[in-house]
């Protein structure tokens, strides 16, 4: 939260540009880099309940089905559940 508040405007822009990273990356198949991004944007947007939603929901369903082994498409479905 404190983060949020010290870039003041500047965090919309901020925001945009993680979005815009985490889809590239997530369709390079680097999902751990992508998962750091989301969590820098839900911190920015701690408040903003579609935040939360998307990237439980993204986690549990889009990237647990990219994954090779069942044991790490569980690890992502249970992630996206306790975001």
Sequence with gaps: MALGTAIGA???L?????????????EKGLFYEAMSNA???TKLQPRFG?????????????????TDT????WNWVNAGVNL
């Design 39 to 41: 969590d820098l944007i």
């Design 70 to 73: 069942p044991e790490e498409r």
């Design 10 to 12: 500047l965090r919309g």
């Design 50 to 66: 579609q935040v939360w939603s998307f990237h439980g929901h993204n986690m549990a369903y889009n990237i647990s089905v990219m």
């Design 14 to 26: 901020i925001v945009d540009y993680l979005w815009i990273k985490l889809t590239m990356m997530k």
